[in-house]
Each structure stands twice: as structure tokens, then as C-alpha cells.
């Protein structure tokens, strides 16, 4: 997903103003009209030195640190780095970032990947968005450092596989391919439209 800007409180810009000025004699009123001016142009995205220069440090002793203030707030406003949660279970097949382009279109750009072995992985995403170019690139080993073939399978489908009758129920009605879970789709995938062997199991 896309990453969201943080949203700062006048309490923090205060809180940064008064770091700033550190034993400098200053009004408390003052300080906290100047600290909610730097939230509201900080929320705003609004960050050119000479608007902060001219409307919110304007006063003295503020306009001393105006600047600091103004770096500190853009450096506050930024998105917090995802942090997804580690996964410890298991044997790495592979732990690191790549990039990827199309033509002079970047897809990704040191985009993180952490595969256990003996695991299942599927790729979502919304269309246009480089799952079909990321997948060529797997199977033709063009990221550097990716697991090659002989360590990784990788299953690429370039069409719409057809919902199929697979089974009746005790009522008599059918089963659909399309009824099923993903891990029965590759596994499925694999021993009926790719012929492997050994044939792929549920549990491996």
C-alpha cells in the first residue's frame, strides 16, 4: 500500500521549538502560537524556508531557529517504515531486496522478499502493477541473487485457467475447480497443466 505521511500535533512542535531554543528567555503564549503555525504548514506539506521565514518564526527569539524547526518537522512528517513482523520458523531459501524495471519504468525498487523453503507463495496485486514482469524475471533468473531454478519452482500461468467440475457432493451437486483454495490451485497447476515429478503434494 501506499505509504501515509505522519501528521504532527502542535504539542511535538512545541516540544521541538523548546529543544531548539534551549536556554533562551521566551513567551509561553508566543511559543505555543508559533508551535501550532509549524504544525499547521507541517500537515499542510508546506516546507519552503522562505514561507516559514516569513510566517511562522517571525518573532524573536523564534526566528533564530526557524530553520531547525522547519528540517525537523518535514523530517517528522515522513512515513514510518513498515516493519513487517519476522518470520523464524523454518529454512531461509532466500532473505534480501532487488530492484526491477521495465524498459525505463521502475517497478520496484529495493523491494524486500523473505521465502522459507518447503513453502508455498502466491503474487497478488492490482493489475498494471509488474506481477507479470517480476514473474518472467523469477523464471528467466534475471534478479540477481534470487534462488535459480533448480532451488525454486516457479509456476507462471499467462491466461485465465478455466473453473472445471472436479467432483459431486453427497447432494448431487458438482464441485468447481473454482470453489477451491489457493494452495489446490498449485498444486493442481502443477501435476495436471505442468506434468511434474515427482507430483506436487500438499505437504510438499
Known sequence: GESVLQRVSAED??????????????DETEAAH??????CATNMRSFGAADWKADVGYLAPFDSVTEQLRAKMEVASKPKEEVEEEDNEGVDLYKGAFSLAYGTLTLLRDAKMHLKR?????????????KTTLMRAIVHEQLEGFPKRDELKSIFVEHEIEEEEIGVQDDGF??????KPGWWWVQHTCNEAYK???KVTEEA
Do not use: T, W
Not at 13 to 26: I, N, P, R, V, Y
Not at 34 to 39: F, K, P, S
Open 196 to 198: 511434474m515429478e515427482p
Open 13 to 26: 512542535a512545541l516540544k521541538h521549538l523548546k529543544e531548539l531554543l534551549g536556554d533562551k528567555s521566551f
Open 174 to 179: 458438482p464441485i468447481l475447480s473454482v470453489d
Open 34 to 39: 508559533v508551535a501550532a503555525l509549524a504544525a
Open 118 to 130: 518447503e513453502r508455498f507463495y502466491g503474487l497478488l496485486g492490482p493489475n498494471q502493477c509488474g
